[in-house]
């Protein structure tokens, strides 16, 4: 059994409309959820062994609150470039390279790529992906490669405004 964690990286700004869409960093709703997140997972009790995030600002500085909340340390925070904007197959496919050493894992990315692969996995659990949500999913296999689309089964999914909400906030 593998555990894999999907996450839409946090808000971020649009205020420099000289900076490129991969340059864009977070904002200041960005930088407050990212680091609650990560601390709503790590006092969940989870704790993915490996981040792998697309390159962009806003999604590896997502990456690293999350590592550093959850005590990952930052050598198992992986940039890979075909994670920026990303399709679902291109998610999965990168899910599917995996090191088998790895019983749970995190990517980190875009919509609508993150929706449409935690549609894929489990369809119908997860409709629409808000910045910083994670959707968590148990898959049936001993192998990262042997994953199939529609075999995984949601876990739980939690956003900042749902949590908050929680939380009196």
């Not at 977070?26 to 062994?49: S, T, V």
Request: glycine share 8%; hydrophobic share 40%; aromatic share 8%.
């Amino acid at each position: 059994m593998k555990s894999l964690y999907l996450a839409r990286h946090a808000k971020s700004s649009w205020d420099d409309t000289d900076l490129s869409d991969f340059d864009r960093p977070l904002n200041k709703r960005g930088l407050r959820d990212a680091p609650f997140i990560g601390g709503l997972l790590a006092g969940m009790g989870e704790r993915p062994e490996v981040i792998v995030t697309s390159p962009a600002k806003r999604a590896a500085s997502t990456a690293r609150f999350f590592a550093e909340a959850l005590g990952l340390p930052s050598a198992m925070v992986v940039e890979l470039r075909p994670l920026y904007a990303a399709s679902p197959e291109t998610i999965l496919g990168v899910v599917r390279e995996l090191d088998d050493q790895f019983t749970r894992a995190m990517i980190v990315g875009h919509n609508p790529g993150m929706t449409q692969a935690a549609d894929e996995l489990a369809p119908g659990s997860v409709l629409h992906m808000p910045t910083c949500s994670v959707a968590a999913f148990d898959l049936p296999v001993d192998s990262w490669m042997m994953l199939r689309v529609g075999k995984g089964k949601l876990r739980f999914f939690e956003t900042p405004k749902k949590d908050r909400k929680g939380a009196g906030d």
